[in-house]
């Protein structure tokens, strides 16, 4: 089983050689400066990623959302959020299984409903997701 090779978004690659854990990456598909690069399908590794492509600024600005044919206008704080739609990732309670498309409507949820007041968030990964493991996996495995 030989791993088509991949390129990964140096700060997602880091952290999957740091935590020593896999990650679901999903390829950059910002037009204007594509970068081909995978980026993995959280807030934090997306909004990193956003940032190399300069876009950034104050979170109430306008942005365009260059993400494939994606024109949509949205403020610059929700750009993250929205582009983890685009990945397809969606957000589940562990209790009941009801899935969310946004990590906000998932906290909403639970907030509301009484037996998922303590759940946390399993993420579930969008179609196009691709499993990235740590090379020690390779030396071990
Ligand atoms: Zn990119
Ligand atoms: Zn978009
Ligand atoms: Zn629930």
């Not at 942005?63 to 949205?74: F, I």
């Not at 990964?125 to 071990?140: I, K, N």
């Amino acid at each position: 089983m030989d791993p088509e090779f991949i390129h990964v978004d140096p700060r997602t690659l880091l952290r999957v050689e740091q935590s020593g854990q896999p990650a679901v990456v999903y390829r950059c598909k910002l037009q204007g400066v594509p970068c081909g690069l995978h980026v993995e399908g959280t807030a934090s590794a997306v909004s990193a990623h956003l940032r190399g492509h300069g876009i950034i600024g104050p979170d109430n600005i306008s942005t365009t959302c260059m993400w494939g044919n994606c024109s949509k206008t949205l403020k610059r704080g929700s750009m993250t959020r929205h582009i983890l739609t685009h990945l397809g990732v969606k957000v589940r309670c562990p209790v009941c299984g009801a899935v969310k498309s946004r990590y906000d409507t998932f906290r909403a949820h639970i907030k509301f409903s009484e037996p998922c007041h303590l759940a946390s968030a399993e993420m579930v990964d969008g179609p196009e997701g691709r499993v990235l493991v740590p090379t020690a996996w390779f030396a071990t495995n």
